[in-house]
């Protein structure tokens, strides 16, 4: 398996833009997660899914984030309008709960943000 | 109740020496106990776990320890090489519900010839 793809891998906007960020979990994996990581802040948790259903949002930072999962091999973070605070990595990463290496999060390379 | 306190956020070992690092946790429902070492320009990755019903797992030079009591657990680098430089996260999580994991803060290690 390629593990978890994610696109891009580097972002360069200008505020007020829209941005999106896209994963492709690995296959057959039943749990998604998103994660911004910043210096400051280091992980944070932002949205995860189960079997493409969203079951926790309370990491998402404000109403200009949503997430969506439309179907098990894809979900998108967007951003819309971006702000320079939001330039981080978003990491998304995802699980087969109760698989062979107990709810292993498996992460995918991340997309570098810069909002300028 | 959530928090996940990770130290020291920086470290810097000899090769060969040992590394430790220290987490705390405040719920004592959690019950999953990972490692997860991420290296420049990459996503983390699972390095080792472990479950409260044990107090000491090793993998090779890896050690994580394990007290309930006090609700501590570390890990340590034996023979640490250069190639283990590296941030290394402790996490916490509830087992069963996606296992939702709450990271710590991250500690940067290098490690010097």
């Not at chain 1, 960020?21 to 910043?38: A, E």
């Not at chain 2, 803060?105 to 490690?111: A, D, E, N, P, R």
Request: neutral net charge.
């Amino acid at each position: 398996d390629a593990g978890v793809i994610q696109s891009p891998r580097h972002e360069v906007t200008e505020m007020g833009q829209e941005v999106t960020l896209r994963c492709k979990p690995i296959s057959g994996h039943d749990y998604l997660f998103w994660y911004r990581q910043t210096m400051m802040r280091g992980l944070e948790l932002l949205i995860y899914f189960n079997n493409n259903v969203p079951i926790d949002d309370s990491g998402m930072p404000e109403d200009r984030f949503s997430a969506k999962m439309p179907n098990a091999s894809f979900s998108t973070l967007k951003i819309q309008p971006s702000e320079p605070r939001d330039s981080a990595v978003y990491f998304c990463a995802s699980t087969l709960a109760g698989g062979p290496v107990t709810d292993t999060q498996y992460f995918g390379p991340g997309t570098r943000l810069t909002v300028l | 109740q959530q928090q996940v306190k990770q130290s020291p956020q920086s470290l810097i070992v000899q090769k060969g020496g040992i590394s430790i690092i220290n987490c705390a946790y405040e719920n004592t429902a959690f019950d999953y106990f990972p490692w997860y070492q991420q290296f420049p320009g990459k996503g983390p990755a699972l390095l080792i776990a472990i479950r409260p019903d044990v107090s000491e797992k090793k993998e090779g030079r890896f050690t994580i320890s394990f007290n309930k009591s006090a609700k501590q657990f570390s890990l340590h680098i034996m023979d640490s090489q250069p190639g283990d430089s590296a941030t290394y996260f402790c996490a916490a999580s509830i087992v069963g519900g996606g296992n939702k994991l709450t990271f710590g803060t991250g500690t940067q290690l290098k490690v010097e010839l």
